[in-house]
Structure formats: C-alpha cells, structure tokens
C-alpha cells in the first residue's frame, strides 16, 4: 500500500531540490568560468542524459520499481553531496563538478519511470490512476515554480556552495520520505525466462510501441513536438527583452507554470480518450500562433502563454495516463524510457535551429514554425482516434 501523503512529500521535497540545483549549478558555471561555453556543456550534458533514456529501460524493467527508485535517489543524494563538496573544496575543479552533475542527472532519468510506474503498481483503476498523476504533475509544476523563485532569494545571501548544500539536504530528505511511504509495497515477482541480449531488451519497448495503435503515433508526434519546447525557452526572454522589461521573462514561465498547473487539475477528472488528447493538443497551437499579434502587449502575451501551458498540460496528462494504462507492466519501464527520449531527442537541434531563425528571421517565422509542427504532430494523434478507442 502506498502511503500516500509521504509519497507526496517526498516527491514535493525532492522536486525543490532538483529545481534549485539545476538553477544555482548553472549560475555557480557562469559566475566562476564567465564561460557560456561551460555553461552550454552543462545544458547539453541534461538534455543528453534525457535523450538516452531509451538505454535505461531494460535495467528499470530488471529490477523492481520500488528498488530501481530507492537506489536512485540515493546515488542521486551521494552525488549532489559530491557536487556540493567540489564547489566547496575545489571551486576550479569543473570537470569533476560536471561529472558528478551528470551523474545526478542520469539518476533522476532512472528515478522518474519508474516512480511512475510504481502508481500504476499500487491503483485499483485507471481514473485514480489517472488523478495521481495529475497530481504528480502539478506538485512537480508548483515545485518549478517555487524552486526557480527559491533560487534567486537564496543566492542574494548565501554562495552557491551553500544553496547546493541545501539541495543535498532536501534530497536527503526526500529519500527517508520516500523509503517510509514505500516500506508497505511488494516488490514485484521476477518473471523467470530467458533474457534477451541488451540491444534487444532496449529495442522492445519501441516493438511494444509499434505494435499498439496510440502510442505508435504518439512516438511520432512526440518527436516533432521536443522541437517546440526549446524553442520557447529561446523566444520568451527574446519577448521579454523586446519589451524592455527583465521581470517579464520570469513572469512568463510563472503564467505558463500556473496553466499547467490548473491544465493539470483539468486532466485529473477527465476521461482518458485519444480524442482528447488530440484535441487539445492541436488546439495548443491556437494561443502560440495568436502571439504573433500581441508580441509588444505584455499582458495579452502573458495570457496566451497561461493557455497554451493550460492546453500543453491536458494532452501531457491524459496521454502519460493513457501510455501507463496500454502498457504492459513486464516492459512498462522500456515503454516510459523509449518515450521519454522521443520528447527528448529535438532539443539540442532545436535550440540551435531556433536561435539562427531567431537572430535572421525573427520570432515570427520560428513561432509559425512551431504552430505548424504543433499542427502536423495533433493531427496524427487524430488518426489514431477510431482505432484507439
């Protein structure tokens, strides 16, 4: 049995300390190296350990989802102290920081599949499955939030040492909370049968993909869509900068934060249909392309951001529900992995693509691309409706 209000805890506790580290880490490289060099190495290691998931699969499938999330959120807090000690005792010491960063990041790829997994393992049916992660989502939305606000205050009165410190703390707590709320789970019977060679074991979830008619075209769209979210990293400080306010920037991620928080809720109680994703996802671009118009009126773009985080949320939930409900639990972990790094997979291209379009075209051009993208990527989610469901 879960415990659930422990979970929640500890999935709150552990979210503010990833958020904050991923904030004061990068902010600790370009204050000691002046580098955005470094920094670009930093941001390109995330996203690699994301991409890759596919390769984690096979070992989160092996081992019971309760063990696979113990063990890495401990290595995970081991590291952070490691990272924490670098900074400390070693300030020119960038590579080992990097190492031990990297690291931290390859566990929380680990940890998130098969936390997830481990609802499904613990729910009687798919609406409360489908309500815990919303949940989920919106404490790890709320955590963002509060992390990226955090950072900031924290780093006006301590060094970045300390602040990372702190992270190391809140992660170990997190852990102890999350070994409590746990202790009650079975771990999950070893299924004995011949095992497959490694390449093989990681090609099976996209065979499961393939073979099921929703996920096939999520896979796709998927793909199309990790294009779109770096690039409106990219364009929001750009709008921000064109307005001629620096508090802009954060208040646009705070409003579309708050969408997705609120989209969240949404999802929770909705039913679980193809139809729905695909509607909402297609309907995701209309505030995106509507930016073009209100780029200089910073109230108006900051409510077309707060829908399209809105919109973005309901589809991410209902279709994350639905992928855990298709899925077998025997390759579930394959299945989240080989998923993860389709969303993952565009974000180095994109980043650079849509700073070149950017600095030569302007941010109409890249926002028309992204609504088109967005359009093409819901429109194949539609054609899995009739078979789907």
């Not at 979970?7 to 004061?24: D, E, I, K, T």
């Not at 004995?192 to 769209?221: D, P």
């Not at 909402?280 to 900051?302: D, E, K, Q």
């Amino acid at each position: 049995m879960l415990k659930k209000k422990s979970y929640f805890f500890s999935r709150a506790v552990g979210g503010l300390a990833n958020s904050l580290f991923s904030m004061v880490f990068i902010w600790w490289l370009q204050t000691s190296t002046k580098s955005s060099f470094v920094v670009g190495i930093a941001e390109a290691i995330f996203s690699t350990t994301a991409a890759l998931s596919i390769f984690y699969g096979p070992i989160i499938d092996h081992y019971s989802f309760k063990r696979t999330s113990y063990y890495s959120i401990l290595v995970q807090t081991v590291f952070l102290f490691a990272t924490t000690i670098a900074v400390y005792q070693l300030s020119k010491s960038y590579i080992l920081a990097l190492i031990c960063a990297g690291i931290v990041s390859v566990c929380d790829e680990f940890f998130n599949p098969a936390d997830r997994a481990i609802l499904k393992e613990t729910t009687a049916d798919d609406q409360e499955l489908n309500n815990l992660i919303s949940k989920v989502s919106n404490i790890d939305q709320l955590v963002n939030v509060a992390g990226t606000a955090l950072s900031g205050f924290l780093l006006t009165f301590l060094i970045s040492a300390n602040v990372m410190l702190i992270c190391s703390l809140l992660s170990l707590i997190s852990f102890v909370f999350l070994f409590y709320a746990l202790k009650e789970i079975k771990d999950r019977p070893k299924v004995k049968k011949a095992e497959a060679k490694y390449l093989n074991q990681i090609l099976n979830g996209y065979k499961f993909i393939k073979t099921n008619y929703f996920l096939s075209h999520y896979f796709w769209s998927s793909i199309l869509y990790s294009f779109i979210t770096p690039a409106m990293a990219i364009l929001l400080p750009r709008i921000a900068q064109q307005n001629g306010q620096a508090g802009l920037y954060s208040m646009f991620y705070i409003s579309f934060m708050i969408g997705f928080v609120i989209g969240a809720t949404i999802a929770g109680r909705l039913s679980v249909r193809v139809k729905t994703i695909g509607f909402t996802w297609i309907a995701s671009a209309v505030p995106l392309l509507l930016i073009i118009f209100f780029s200089n009126n910073w109230l108006i773009f900051t409510g077309l951001i707060f829908l399209f985080g809105l919109m973005t949320s309901i589809h991410n939930i209902l279709a994350e529900s639905l992928i855990q409900i298709t899925a077998d639990d025997e390759i579930l972990g394959r299945v989240l992995t080989t998923i993860r790094t389709s969303t993952s997979i565009g974000g180095p291209i994109s980043s650079i693509v849509a700073g070149i379009l950017l600095d030569s075209s302007g941010e109409t051009v890249l926002i028309l691309a992204c609504g088109f993208i967005i359009l093409i990527s819901g429109l194949n989610i539609f054609r899995a409706v009739n078979k789907a469901n």
